[in-house]
């Protein structure tokens, strides 16, 4: 079965650039999870999804950031504009909902010069 | 204090010793446990998921949950060099309101 799918892999650009990081779910999942991940502060809830209606951003360093969930199978992170300490790897996360633990994708290890 | 505390290691055992990775929390509400591998520039795995006090088991790997104390543990008996990892633990509060550790790292040396 495939896993949660996320694109780019590596993403490296220059401050005041906009980013865009991509993610599929698993097929039948219903709920979305963004985590960024850094050194200093570990692993930290950026926002999630509930049958693709946003339920919690509180976890949004500001509004430079944004998320979308169009369709089930499909969400974006945005980040305009980049600065330097938006550097860290970005985790996207689904569930069947309910109860159920998360499962993760691979990240993508943003690099903002 | 923060909401969940795990010991950073680096923790190292030789291989076959039976290894034991804690997590204390403060939020008595929590009653979803789990524990994720996370090896270098992978996503974190989910290894146990675990619901309100007690044992559960699964090949090698143990998880425990002490609500009372606050406290939850993962035991990895006969330990591999393949186990070599981060392990995280998480919680959450009916399924919401997920809180991760911030990791153990661990070495298991052949």
């Known amino acids: 079965d495939a896993g949660v799918i996320q694109s780019p892999r590596h993403e490296v650009t220059e401050m005041g650039q906009e980013v865009t990081l991509r993610c599929k779910p698993i097929s039948g999942h219903n709920s979305l999870f963004w985590y960024r991940q850094t050194m200093m502060r570990g692993l930290e809830l950026l926002i999630y999804f509930n049958n693709n209606v946003p339920i919690d951003d509180s976890g949004m360093p500001e509004d430079r950031f944004s998320a979308k969930m169009p369709n089930a199978s499909f969400s974006t992170l945005k980040i305009q504009p980049s600065e330097p300490r938006d550097s860290a790897v970005y985790f996207c996360?689904?569930?069947?909902?309910?109860?159920?633990?998360?499962?993760f994708g691979d990240g993508t290890r943003l690099s903002i010069l | 204090q923060k909401e969940v505390e795990q010991d950073p290691g680096p923790l190292s055992v030789p291989e076959g010793a039976i290894v034991s990775l804690n997590c204390t929390y403060s939020n008595s509400a929590f009653q979803y446990f789990m524990w994720y591998r996370q090896y270098s520039r992978k996503g974190p795995e989910l290894l146990m998921y675990?619901?309100?006090?007690g044992n559960k088991e699964d090949g090698r790997f143990t998880a425990q949950v002490d609500k009372s104390s606050k406290y939850i543990s993962l035991f990895i008996r006969d330990s591999q060099p393949s186990d070599s990892a981060t392990y995280l633990c998480a919680m959450s509060v009916k399924g919401q309101n997920f809180v991760f550790g911030p990791g153990t790292r661990l070495s298991v040396l052949p």
């Open positions: 675990t619901y309100s006090s």
């Open positions: 996360a689904s569930r069947l909902g309910g109860n159920q633990p998360q499962h």
